[in-house]
């Protein structure tokens, strides 16, 4: 390239530049400006029953071998005189796929969504639609009142500049706290009877795990835990709950919102785990094995550890299962044994542990419905009388009674031949015995009362006594997700704030420069998010009225 | 206009000359489709960098957004940080990971045994073909506290190493598995151009007397040199490229702050669906590697009197 040809470059580079620096630009979107009208007249919707309506719906199924036109789709298409053109997508294509569908113009009418702040996008580039308060409350108010029991929070999920954008789910599991386990025979090696429920005696547990060779080899080559980080919502969470502390969420403290991690209790929580790093009773190497998948999982089952965190589905303590983690540990050692891990106690005495919480997903409504606006009501009288019929969640989530399962007289549902073997054949007509909750068309949950009819016994059982609701801190304003700058900051926050524990906690960094984190955190844009959570909070309140649900404290 | 130069002219026409070279030209169509749709055409995308791109809206009709999303990135606060570690593992990855091929082919070349050649260049390139999802999996069992090298480490009596979780251990790991899976594939273009130096400059240095090793300095590696300053010139344009799959494979929240890279960063903001910041920064990465490449032809250019450029 001669001179001349260099000059020339660089000057049209700078006169492209200097061109696109001076074109005239929009604001950007003032998240405090009203949006405009909606072009629905909804007083005026009319959904006539006789005409069938055709409805495309995405979402993830579930099962790896969903098909379109399964038994309970048919169902629903006649019951309901609809056609279901449905999209079924995992979650990778669900990441990947779902954005060149919106972007190419084909949003379908109904798509589920589990993220706020994907729910936020797909409002802001206008991929879907608004649909009243009153619209839902009219047509699906048995739906409401269980949602506004098991998971109100999930309103501020579908909410954007004072309106709402679907249906927000629940799940009525999702408010119990999830628990660990702890090695059995260990215990029992190491001379302790009671299984730990405070923060001392899993200390004691812990450290006899480390020093008093619990697997008997003669070497010390054992350690307590082997904490999994590799998610945050993981991350010491059943520690940081005796602390009364979600570290990496928001919490309510005295009516207002604040961030779990920047609270005095939390760096008593670090102070704590620094001393028992100290001590060994960590494996050190926990923070390169939660970025491997389930090593932390093969280390508990090798015998490297005699705690795991977390183990929180009955069907894991199963010995009859050779799959479950019960039995792995028994093919490997025939003495080795599993017990739930009872939630640590707060100072109060009470038992304390981390939930996802009930308010679950979001159904939206593509925006093309806005000139069909009596398919969003069709399927809003879809999901009111899945709610309302029992027998029609039923045959919604597992099938028929007699022709795909039969219950027995104490026990939980159990599937017939052959779908009870053929799992293929289970998956393609979608039946998911026991799944009350999530479904693919009725993604949320059931009233507790009835599943107790209806589930098996040993998972009632397990959940009542390891797992009460009341037990569960979550967050008050369901997911973090929901303040409007989350987007911007929160990945990058809990990065930071993950980076600068795991450093407390080995040493690398002293716990009294704890202050100074809580300054950095704020300076990084946590200020802005706690200024947001608080008025999200009061917001709250105010879809709470419009919607029936009471205080933003769960009554 | 001279006769000469009309013919000069004329055998450097680009239009195809009759029937003969039909087949030539057709055999150029999937490369010229190629580079069109995937090289040429998504340039036009490079436009979302000055929008507030709005995925509704398309590229077409969203709204102008200036050089605003360059604002935002450079006011980040994470960005002086990105910036500094891309740099950094780039840089150290040009400087040790540059020579290695060229070492190991020289090595190869020295080799007289064919078939002990062709199994030691096999095993040097296998590497090259595996995921670094694999290789990260390998690599962090054998660095961890308690893995193979750490063992080893304790069996001469040493203190363990913290090599994934120490800053300058954790790059040092990085840049040399780097090199481990890369070296035996680039040497395969110097041992190409190896073959190509006429092997008669050796056996007339021989007759004069010259070592293996005199012969290597003055004959191999003058003959190398343009390749070098080729490869050279067009990794620079990489200079911003620090490795994304390797890093986001190994790295651990106790290295982000040294570990945390441009394309790291373009990820998160990616996954939040901020297209426009990601495009900003795509942009900026580009810019800066068509100026180093354009820089260094130049320089290199000069130095040599224009004897050794890619232009």
Known sequence: MNRNALIFTFVTICAVVLIVALIPTRPRTDINAPLPPSPVNWSIVQDDTNNTLTISWLGIPGYEAARPGSWIQQMLEERFNIRLDTIFMDLNAFAKRRPLILCGGQAPDVMWDGFPTSVRNNIENRFIMSVPYSVILQHAPTYVSLLNRYGKEAWLYSYYRGENFGLPTFIEGANRPRVGCWRKDWLDAVGITKVPDTVES?????????????????????????????????????????????????????????????????????????????????????????????????????????????????????????????????????NAKIIPAPLLKNRDGQPRGQAWGGAAHVLQFGRQLEQQPEKVIRVLEMIEAITKDKTLYLESTSGREGLHWTKQAGAGIELLPPWNTDKQLRGAQMLAPGGFGCMFFYPAGLDYTYQTAYRDPAYLRFEDTFKKPEWGLSNPLGKSEVVPSAGRYLNDLRNFQMTVFVEMVIGKRPIASFDEYVTEWKQRGGAVLLQEANDMYETMQQIFNQVGAGETRND | MTDSTHSRRKKISLLPRGRCNIDLWLMTVPVVLFFLIFNYIPMAGMVIAFKDYNLGDGILHSAWAGMENFVRLFGSSDFPNVIRNTLTISLLRLSFGFFAPVILALMLNELRQQVYKRVIQTLSYLPYFFSWVILSGIFLMLFSGSGPANMFIKLLGAKPVAFLTNDVWFITVLIATGIWQSAGWGAVIYLAALSGINPVLYEAATIDGATRWQQMLTITLPCLAPTMVTLFILSLGGILTAGFDQIYNMYNPLVYNVSDIIDTYVLRRMMDLDMDLAAAAGMFKSVVGLILIVGANTLSKKLTQGEQSVW
């Open chain 1, 202 to 334: 899993m200390h004691e547990a812990l450290r006899r795990f480390r020093y008093n060779d619990p697997d008997g080899n003669g070497k010390k080559d054992t350690y307590g835990w082997n904490p999994y980080i590799g998610h945050w919502s993981l991350a010491f969470s059943e520690l940081f709950a005796a602390y009364d502390l979600l570290a990496f969420d928001f919490v309510e403290r005295d009516g207002k919102i604040t961030w779990g991690g920047i609270l005095p209790e939390c760096r008593e929580a670090l102070a704590t785990l620094r001393r028992w790093y100290e001590e060994e009773l960590l494996d050190p190497d926990f923070v390169v094995d939660s970025q491997q998948n389930q090593v932390t999982e093969r280390k508990f089952q090798n015998g490297r550890a005699g705690y795991l965190f977390p183990l929180d589905f009955y069907t894991a303590y199963d010995t009859s299962d050779p799959a479950s983690m019960s039995g792995i540990l028994q093919a490997l050692n025939p």
